[in-house]
């Protein structure tokens, strides 16, 4: 899967979510509540509502017709993606994108985002042969792609002084919320906004001391570590998921190998548009 087309799931992803979310928090009867006052001004549900609809609205609605359209024309034509296709994927993405996978998406809508895309591009590349030689030509030139360190998902809570540390872990074992207390007190202003949550790291990550690693290393998913000094104070980090290294063989990202090729020599959009015509679609904004 190329980069780009990761990056528009992971947009379209979270787009969806904020979207998702404001339609579930619109009632009717409270069109006229207001979500935000300006002195005595105020910015009406009803208001905050049409504005996003105006602006999301179609992208979303487009979105999930999309997925309805790729499931039906995955059933179709045949096409069977398997649970080990979506996992490899997946960890890919997870490994690759770092911070920028984080709890915002649940794990099942990635695995369903990932499996429609894997669908779609076996539809668009259908009709395309390559040939054993070019895919291990491939696999031999791009060998780096299919190794996959140890990766670590992680949160943490990064306070100035060891007696702030000392404190916020006393209260961690007395039963406190880790993502409260990261928005409470954390002096990372960027993970503490997310209740500390730091993504998907591993030794190729910048901004991984090896100290804290190597803590990380020992931990068991769901617990954390003493106080680690730092240069900016001092980390507690928890651990949510190990993601054990992995070097693929040739066999197992053959598939992968060949939807790429295929995609690069068709060099078309990854797109479900074209499906829409036979899959009878109408929605609320008429023409495509």
Do not use: C
Request: aromatic share 8%.
């Amino acid at each position: 899967m190329e980069k780009r087309q990761l990056l528009m799931i992971i947009a379209g992803l979270v787009l969806l979510n904020l979207i998702t979310l404001a339609f579930l928090l619109f009632k009717g009867d409270g069109s006229g509540e207001a979500v935000a006052k300006i002195g005595g001004d105020k910015i009406t549900r009803q208001e905050w509502m049409s504005e996003m609809e105006t602006k999301y609205g179609k992208s979303t609605l487009s979105e999930l017709i999309d997925q309805k359209v790729i499931e039906e024309a995955g059933k179709k034509y045949g096409v069977k993606i398997s649970d080990k296709a979506v996992d490899l994927e997946l960890k890919m993405v997870k490994t690759m994108y770092g911070g920028n996978f984080t709890d915002e998406m649940s794990e099942d809508k990635w695995r369903r985002q990932i499996k429609n895309n894997l669908i779609l591009e076996e539809l668009l590349t259908a009709d395309v042969s390559i040939s054993e030689g070019e895919m291990k030509s491939y696999y031999e030139q791009n060998n780096s792609q299919f190794q996959i360190p140890d990766t670590y998902h992680i949160s943490q809570i990064i306070v100035k002084t060891k007696e702030e540390a000392e404190q916020t872990l006393k209260e961690l074992d007395e039963g406190s919320s880790f993502s409260v207390l990261a928005m409470e007190r954390s002096i990372d202003e960027f993970t503490a906004n997310l209740g500390g949550n730091a993504g998907y790291v591993s030794e190729d990550d910048e901004h991984i001391s090896a100290e804290v690693l190597e803590q990380v290393k020992n931990l068991k998913p769901g617990k954390w570590t003493k106080p680690i000094k730092t240069e900016d104070g001092y980390a507690i980090v928890m651990l949510h998921e190990h993601l054990k290294g992995e070097n693929y063989s040739f066999k197992e990202v053959k598939s992968v190998i060949r939807r790429q090729i295929a995609l690069e020599q068709m060099d078309v959009p990854v797109s479900a548009k074209p499906f829409w015509k036979d899959a009878d679609v109408e929605w609320f904004y008429g023409e495509q």
